[in-house]
């Protein structure tokens, strides 16, 4: 599968952006998929995932730094819609999918898009 990641972008501190995962090669909701971020000098960091659909939907996971201002959703795409952006959340998006399971740690996913920049300004 291969991964794309679209909706990066420059906000304003305490605006919104929905980033977006899109899929080719296989579908989408076959994978468990997270987003991470990767700050400038920084390694990545797991910011949220999803689970494929069960029984009573999908599993979802934030970090705690998301503090109820990430949403995770999937459909035919995985979307990742942030709200009041800080300073903080400057970094490269990229999701990741796989299918051994959630996991917070990168080593965990096999597939990676190319990334989105986000660039929150103050």
């Known amino acids: 599968v291969q991964l794309e990641e679209s909706g990066g972008g420059l906000v304003q501190t305490g605006g919104s952006l929905t980033l977006s995962c899109a899929a080719s090669?296989?579908?989408?909701?076959?994978?468990?998929v997270a987003w991470f971020r990767q700050r400038l000098g920084q390694g990545r960091e797991f910011v949220a995932a999803i689970s494929t659909w069960g029984w009573s939907g999908p599993t979802v996971n934030y970090a705690d730094f998301v503090k109820g201002r990430f949403t995770v959703s999937r459909a035919d795409t995985v979307k990742l819609q942030m709200k009041s952006l800080e300073a903080e959340d400057t970094a490269v998006y990229y999701c990741a999918a796989t299918q051994r399971g959630l996991s917070h740690v990168s080593e965990g996913y096999n597939y990676w898009g190319q990334g989105t920049q986000v660039t929150v300004s103050t």
């Open positions: 090669g296989d579908a989408i909701g076959n994978y468990d």
